[in-house]
Every structure is written in C-alpha cells, then in structure tokens.
C-alpha cells in the first residue's frame, strides 16, 4: 500500500502528525521501532505524564532562532489540546506553576492519541526498525524490517539521545544530514549537574527552595543535593543555559535579607552555624559556610563575617564539569536547525515532501509540560501541510 505520508516515530509528536493529517484524509502510516508506541509519554512525569503547561510562548523554549516556536504554539495550544484530554474524560489536575499532570496514569494520554488515530484510519507499525531512507521520483521509500515502505511525504519524528533505554539512537539526526540539513549542537538537558569538586555526600539527598542563576537566567524551585553534584526542579531548568566553565550561582534563602537578620542576632550566643539552621537545613548549614565563621558566636561576628555568612548561602558560586548524561536527560538540546524548516509547517527548505517535528528539532522546552506541547505543536504543524 502507497501512503500519503510515513511518519518515523510514534511518539507524541509523530502519534499528532498523524492524527492531524488523517482527520484530513491523508492515508498515513507511523513506524516505531519499540513494541508499543509512546514509551516515552508512559514514563514521563513519574508514570502521571506533565502533558501541558496553561501557560505557553515561545520564551519558554531554547533553540538557535528563540522566534520559531511561535507559529506553531499559536496554531495548536494548550487549551485546544484540553479539549481533546477532556473529551476522552482524563481525569487531570494542576500540580504548580500551570503543569497539568494525568491523575492516575500517563497511559490515558497514549490510549487518546491510538484511539485518535484509530478514528482518522492511521496505520501504525510497531516493531518495525528503519534501516536507510531514499528519496525517490514520486517520494521517499523508508527500508524497514518489514520491507520498503513508499509515500509521497515523509516526517522525522524519532526523537533526540535522551532516554537510550527505550530506544533513542541518531537516526533523525543521521537522516536530517543525509538530506544536506545543519545539525546545531546536541546534549543532554533538563539533567542533573556533576559538581567540578566532586559532590558532597554528607549532603546527598536533601532538598530545600534556592533561586538558580547562570548566563542571565535565573530559576526559582526546589534543588536537590546528589552524591555527584545537584538536581531537583531549579537545576534541571539551569542545565538548558549551563555551558561548561561558566558557573551556576545558588541562593539558599531567596526570600530573606540574611545579613538584616544576623545584626538582629549580634547579641546571642548561639555560632553563626546555628543561627543559619533557624533557616536552612543544619547540614546544609554547616556546610555551606567557611569552618571559622561556622564556629564564630554571634556576638563576635563582625560586619565582614557577616558579609561572608551571607554570600556564602545566597551567592554560592558552583562551578559544575558535566551533566549526567543521556540516561539522565529529560531530553536533548539542539538538533536539527531551525533555518532548514518552515516554522509554519515544520517543512524542510531544502527537500519539498520531509518535515521535522518534536525534539529532534533544535527546540527545548522548559521543565513543566513545554516539550510536551511543542510535540503537539509541531506535529500538528505538519500534519495540518501533509
């Protein structure tokens, strides 16, 4: 059978392309290579999946041209996917900061877009590994596991590196290229940080509320001591600004005015450790600030000591060696150049008939549900060009 279009990858924003252009009449078929599509969509949000975000523009994305995302965000929102999410009645509630997460399990969202792409006559293959791409005459022909596979279009929607446990490789990268597309540099983001001094293990596995800053952006959440270094919601924002050798400044207590608090203490006792304690957690206490201030009783602190008491935990400068890693990233940063696509359709400029949607496009969202909705985004993009 000779389709309208072939979609390589049967995540959330290839499962979208479909779904789009087959309620459009487009015969379509997505290959996935995992024996069951949206793996990745099972796994996301701790099993809840932070499909959306209410609160959506394209400042919320990372990518070489910061205006692409726009098209296709204002084309397909989150409000036009809450219209689908409810009407499949998938119980769902706002966990913070505009996140929408599944109530009970991420497996509803993949049960809509199969059954979305049941009603729409898309056929999918799972199980079915693509081994080269040719363009041909009248389209392109994907040479797959289960034989050659022809259509007059063809979308890239095959993910980035992140998550190699369930199958992520190159192959929408190593296709972007054998068609002559720019690759802008790839790695690992919304990841934990490797600390250049190693982490501190006496710290591992606490938490508290710090603001995040590095190369003018700053985040405000929760940070996480690792064995290696930090994680938590705060550094995973970072690590889509982080660049090597630049540091990332921590502080501790963004709501108090630490060196106003400690004159009001200049009569106590208790070592500058302890009253540090009365805010923060003690270990993280006595170990952010230096060993002779630590011990210094209050009532010996001068206005130098307190100067550093207060730079020591409110700008903490951490110099960090790498990320975690692809295991660990969420997703990753770069791909396939915007400037090779039409941000209206996802379309290439250089081969008429190849799209790119989702994250193998140089676009990375934010943590909470931004990456989700470009993939809706963009495949529908496509799928409404198809």
């Known amino acids: 059978m000779r389709f309208d279009c072939t979609i390589i990858g049967g995540g959330a924003a290839g499962l979208f392309a479909a779904i789009t252009a087959g309620r459009r009449g487009k015969r379509v078929l997505v290959i996935e290579h995992n024996d069951?599509?949206?793996?990745?969509?099972?796994?996301?949000?701790?099993?809840?999946?932070?499909?959306?975000n209410r609160e959506v523009s394209a400042e919320n994305f990372v990518s070489q041209n910061p205006h692409f995302a726009r098209s296709a965000l204002a084309r397909f929102t989150p409000d036009d996917l809450l219209r689908m999410v409810r009407r499949h009645g998938i119980d769902h509630y706002e966990k913070k900061l505009g996140q929408l997460f599944c109530r009970h399990s991420s497996r509803a969202i993949v049960e809509m877009l199969v059954s979305e792409c049941r009603a729409a006559g898309v056929v999918i293959?799972?199980?079915?590994?693509?081994?080269?791409?040719?363009?041909?005459?009248?389209?392109?022909?994907?040479?797959?596991?289960?034989?050659?596979?022809?259509?007059?279009?063809?979308?890239?929607?095959?993910?980035?590196?992140?998550?190699?446990?369930?199958?992520?490789?190159?192959?929408?990268?190593?296709?972007?290229?054998?068609?002559?597309?720019?690759?802008?540099?790839?790695?690992?983001?919304?990841v934990a940080l490797v600390s250049a001094g190693g982490g501190d293990p006496s710290l591992a596995g606490i938490s508290c509320d710090a603001a995040v800053t590095t190369r003018g952006r700053s985040f405000r959440d929760d940070i996480l001591f690792t064995h290696r270094g930090l994680s938590g919601p705060a550094i995973l924002q970072i690590s889509n600004y982080w660049q090597p050798a630049e540091p990332v400044t921590i502080d501790l207590l963004p709501d108090i005015d630490l060196v106003e608090k400690a004159r009001t203490k200049r009569m106590s006792k208790q070592t500058a450790a302890n009253f540090l304690s009365e805010f923060l957690p003690a270990r993280i206490a006595s170990s952010a600030i230096p060993a002779a201030i630590a011990a210094k009783r209050m009532t010996e602190m001068s206005d130098r000591d307190i100067a550093i008491l207060a730079a020591s935990v409110q700008c903490k400068s951490i110099e960090f060696s790498m990320t975690e890693g692809y295991d660990r990233a969420e997703v990753t940063l770069g791909g396939v150049s915007t400037a090779d696509l039409d941000s209206k359709t996802m379309a290439s400029r250089r081969v008429p008939g190849l799209y790119f949607i989702g994250e193998v496009v140089d676009v990375t969202g934010w943590l909470g549900g931004y990456n989700f909705q470009w993939a809706w985004s963009s495949g529908y993009a496509a799928g409404s060009d198809i």
């Open 36 to 52: 069951q599509v949206g793996r990745k969509i099972l796994i996301s949000g701790g099993g809840r999946c932070n499909f959306t």
């Open 125 to 190: 293959e799972t199980g079915c590994t693509v081994s080269s791409v040719l363009a041909a005459a009248d389209g392109f022909a994907v040479e797959t596991s289960r034989g050659t596979k022809h259509s007059r279009k063809l979308a890239v929607a095959c993910g980035g590196l992140s998550f190699a446990k369930i199958g992520a490789t190159d192959l929408g990268y190593r296709i972007a290229k054998q068609f002559g597309h720019k690759i802008e540099r790839t790695r690992p983001s919304l």
